[in-house]
């Protein structure tokens, strides 16, 4: 099956140009940058994704175009036909976003009656957007009576109701079961490939490797802190395209690899979290999930090395859980990140045979050893005499280099690590950190 990028010229629908956009306070010094200088031209005839982890600015990039977010800095501008009209756009959200008093017809005609269309036309059109979306016969069902993949059959068929240009859709398909999600990823690329949408392209936002390779023409992987365009990779497979083709994985391998590389030039650590010292940015992984993924690389079939593909697949992960479990244990010294690759270390190969004891002496070492901000919540501990301290004294310290939402994450993050290696306590009522039943 041919796809429309092959069949017709591009033409520009859309063109952005060093967008720029920031949250939080005003002016550039308080504020959070979360999309910088990004550029991308989106044409007629083909399916676009942006790929990348949570808070890599992608929805806020899909908002803008929308008109739903007005950026900082840049433009975005919309091209018009040989007419002289300009693309319109429709967006479908990830969580369903219909209201629950009215039925499936009424919420597909929402966007018609706001555009003032008359009654008679305006049920034509929205009783010929449900039956081709596979929705017919539930006209007058409410969406408590409806599936979630149906639900979102209904947000599909609101925005196309309405005939856009420009079909956004920010992760459609990751609040459904991975049964759903294929389905409902199929049939949209069926009515894709066979022209029966109204729809000129898609832009679509995902953290999934795998969809971007199975539905994009064209895909934007983008890094985090801030969100920038790190790679534009064209995707040259036929449709339908197959998840064990070669060319497939390979380039599922590539994409991996490349979003696992460190940044150039290397920072001073060796984790690939954005910060160093106690800028640090650290996830929220906990010591269980920790310990799980090092036992699973550790067994068989991996034998302490590991695909990162085949492990998201065994362990039905995305990757905004699986790099940050990767990626701590590379920062902990657990693990080394090799292109699409993860490899445990002799010490987490160690710690998967250690008891419960030997297991917490061993992540306090690597703790100490590896993690500055624990680094330096123990010396300050060690060098007061009562060996205490409010935790408001670290959270401000990093509230210099970071949001206060980062900094919240990073402080609870460190506070688990320590208090599982048993490197300080830290009591939630009073908030602060100490050294009692610390060893």
């Known amino acids: 099956m ?58 806020t990039l899909l908002r803008s175009i929308a008109g739903l977010i007005q950026p900082d800095e840049g433009s975005i501008a919309f091209v018009p036909d040989e007419a002289g009209e300009a693309p319109s756009v429709s967006m479908v959200f990830q969580t369903f976003a219909l209201f629950p008093w009215l039925t499936v017809l009424q919420n ?45 059959r209904v947000g599909l068929a609101r925005a196309i109701v309405v005939n856009p240009s420009l079909l956004l859709m920010d992760e459609p398909f990751s609040a459904l ?11 949209l690329l069926d009515l894709w490939a066979e022209g029966r949408m109204p729809i000129k392209a898609i832009l679509i936002v995902t953290h999934n490797i795998e969809e971007a390779v199975l539905m994009c023409d064209r895909i934007l992987v983008f890094s985090s802190n801030p969100g920038r365009v790190a790679a534009e990779i064209t995707v040259d497979l036929p449709q339908p395209r197959d998840r064990l083709d070669p060319a497939f994985r390979a380039l599922v391998d590539d994409i991996y690899a490349r979003m696992t590389a460190r940044p150039a030039p290397e920072p001073a650590h060796d984790g690939v979290f954005p910060g160093s010292g106690i800028q640090m940015v650290l996830p929220r992984v906990s010591t269980n999930a920790l310990a799980g993924l090092m036992e699973e690389v550790d067994a068989a079939p991996f034998d302490g090395r ?49 008891d419960v004891d030997d297991r917490k002496a061993m992540f306090a070492r690597a703790l100490l050893a590896h993690v500055p901000l624990a680094q330096h919540i123990r010396r300050i501990l060690d060098e007061r005499a009562g060996h205490v301290a409010p935790a408001r004294r670290f959270r401000d310290e990093l509230e210099d280099h970071m949001s206060p939402d980062y900094a919240d994450e990073t402080l609870r993050t460190v506070t688990h690590w320590g208090r599982y290696a048993e490197v300080f306590a830290y009591d939630e009522d009073d908030d602060r950190f100490s050294l009692e039943d610390a060893v």
């Not at 952005?16 to 940058?33: D, P, Q, V």
């Not at 362990?315 to 990767?326: G, H, K, V």
């Open 2 to 59: 041919a796809t429309l990028a092959s069949l017709a010229p591009a033409r520009p629908l859309v063109e952005i140009e060093h967008l720029t956009h920031r949250y939080g306070k005003g002016g550039t010094s308080g504020a959070l940058l979360v999309l910088d200088d990004v550029a991308l031209t989106l044409v007629e005839n083909e399916v676009v994704g942006l790929l990348g982890r949570s808070g890599s600015g992608k929805s």
């Open 108 to 152: 597909v005609e929402l966007g018609l009656e706001a555009q003032r269309v008359p009654a008679e036309e305006r049920r034509t059109r929205a009783l010929a957007a449900i039956d081709l979306i596979g929705l017919d016969g539930f006209e007058n069902a409410y969406p408590k009576e409806l599936s979630g993949g149906m639900r979102q």
């Open 177 to 187: 079961d991975v049964l759903t999600a294929e389905t409902l990823r199929t049939d």
């Open 306 to 354: 590991a695909a990162l593909p085949d492990l998201a697949d065994q362990l039905q992960l995305e990757i905004d859980e699986l790099f940050p479990m990767a990626e701590t244990l590379q920062l902990l010294r657990f693990a080394d990140l090799q292109g699409a690759d993860i490899q445990l270390t002799p010490a987490a190969r160690r710690y998967v045979e250690a």
